[in-house]
C-alpha cells in the first residue's frame, strides 16, 4: 500500500496503514488537540486504522475489549483511529472514519481550528492569513498547513 512511502516522503511521517474494521476508540489525552473543547470521549465505526504513531499524535486509538482504557502499546502495533501532527509549520491530521460519523465532524472541525491557535501545545501558523486548509472527510486525509 502506498500511504505509508506517501506520508514518509510527503511529510516525514512514520504512519503506515494497518487494518480496516468496526472499533471503538478512545481519547488519547497525551495526544496534541485532545484539550480541545467539544472532543468526544470515544469515536466508533468503521475506520482504516493506522500504526507507527507516536503517542502525542495518536488522538483517538483502539480500546481494549478487556478494559475500559484505551490500549497504551507500542507504536508499532497500536490501531490508530485518528491522527495529528505537528509538521513543519502546519499540521497533517488523518481520519480513518469511512462512514462519517457524528463524532469525526467534531474531530475535523478541531483539526481546522488548530491552524489558527497559538498555544504551545499545538503550535500552529503564526499567521492564519497564510493559512491553507485542505480537507476530504470520508477519505481519511487531512492536511492543515502554512504556506511557505
Not at 472541525?109 to 499567521?127: D, F, I, W
Request: hydrophobic share 40%; charged share 20%.
Amino acid at each position: 500500500n502506498a500511504l505509508g512511502p506517501m506520508l514518509a516522503s510527503t511529510f516525514g511521517l512514520r504512519w503506515s496503514s494497518s487494518n480496516y474494521c468496526h472499533s471503538s476508540a478512545s481519547l488519547n489525552s497525551r495526544a496534541l488537540l485532545a484539550q480541545s473543547a467539544g472532543l468526544p470521549a470515544q469515536c466508533c465505526g468503521k475506520a482504516g486504522h493506522l500504526v507507527g504513531v507516536p503517542d502525542e499524535e495518536a488522538l483517538y486509538f483502539e480500546e481494549d475489549e478487556d478494559e475500559d482504557e484505551a490500549v497504551v502499546a507500542d507504536a508499532e502495533e497500536r490501531h490508530v483511529q485518528v491522527a495529528f501532527a505537528k509538521v513543519a509549520a502546519g499540521h497533517v491530521g488523518y481520519i480513518g472514519d469511512v462512514n462519517a460519523e457524528e463524532e469525526s465532524d467534531d474531530v475535523l472541525l478541531a483539526m481546522c481550528e488548530a491552524r489558527g491557535r497559538q498555544p504551545a501545545a499545538v503550535g500552529a501558523a503564526s499567521n492564519p492569513t497564510t493559512s491553507s486548509s485542505r480537507a476530504a472527510h470520508g477519505s481519511g486525509m487531512m492536511s492543515v498547513g502554512a504556506r511557505g
